[in-house]
Every structure is written in structure tokens, then in C-alpha cells.
């Protein structure tokens, strides 16, 4: 069964860091782009960065400058650092990749992980 598994979640006052990893476990075949996401109270899912299998990366314009994304692929992992953290930053984070489980597939599947907060205080 494939996992998704977060960590480095937590609370850090305005202007800190943190670093979130993000680890595929299970049997797969390939893993094409992976990507963080975040969910604020009250508001919708966004786009936080991605990262294709090509080497693009792609960030929200909020983060730019501040967040960095990066993969191992040997490793099945993806990474956020997250520098100059804002209370606006502040939602429960998920990582998300696009797993074929087997050769013979057309396409690759979204899974997710389970999510961790982040909080930054003011």
C-alpha cells in the first residue's frame, strides 16, 4: 500500500524556518511530478510548489523568494523550505505525487499525504 508520509510540521514565530520532507513508501513503479499544498481555516486548498520529474519547478506567488522545493528521487522524497515564514503561511500542509504502481499504466494517480500544520506565530 502506498504511503504518503509528512513531517516537520510545527510552531515558529514570524520570519523562522522550517523544513517539511515528504517520503513515498510502498511497492511503485514512477513517480512523475510531486508538489506541497496548503489548507488555511475557511479556505480553499492551494498550490503551494511543484516539482516535475523534468526538474520545473513551479512556486505561488506568495512564496516566491521565501520557500524552496526539492527532491530526492532515490529517496521517493520531496521538501519544502520554508524561509521568512509570515502568519499567513500558516495552514496544515500536503504533499501530493503522481505514482504509476505498475508499468502497464496509462496514467499516473494523485496521492496524498495525511497533512501537517504549520503555525506561525505574530
Known amino acids: 500500500q502506498v504511503q504518503l508520509v509528512e513531517r516537520g510540521g510545527g510552531l515558529v514565530q514570524a520570519g523562522g524556518s522550517l523544513r517539511l520532507s515528504c517520503a513515498v513508501s510502498g511497492s511503485i513503479f514512477s513517480i512523475n511530478s510531486m508538489g506541497w499544498y496548503r489548507q488555511a481555516p475557511g479556505k480553499q486548498r492551494e498550490m503551494v510548489a511543484t516539482?516535475?520529474?523534468?526538474?520545473?519547478?513551479v512556486y505561488a506567488d506568495s512564496v516566491k523568494g521565501r520557500f524552496r522545493i526539492s527532491r530526492d528521487d532515490a529517496a521517493h522524497t520531496v521538501y519544502l523550505q520554508m524561509s521568512g515564514l509570515k502568519p499567513e503561511d500558516t495552514a496544515v500542509y500536503y504533499c501530493?505525487?503522481?505514482?504509476?504502481?505498475?508499468?502497464?499504466?496509462?496514467?499516473?494517480?494523485?496521492?496524498w499525504g495525511q497533512g501537517t500544520q504549520v503555525t506561525v506565530s505574530s
Open positions: 501530493k505525487a503522481d505514482i504509476k504502481l505498475h508499468w502497464f499504466q496509462n496514467k499516473f494517480d494523485d496521492y
Open positions: 516539482f516535475s520529474s523534468g526538474g520545473i519547478t
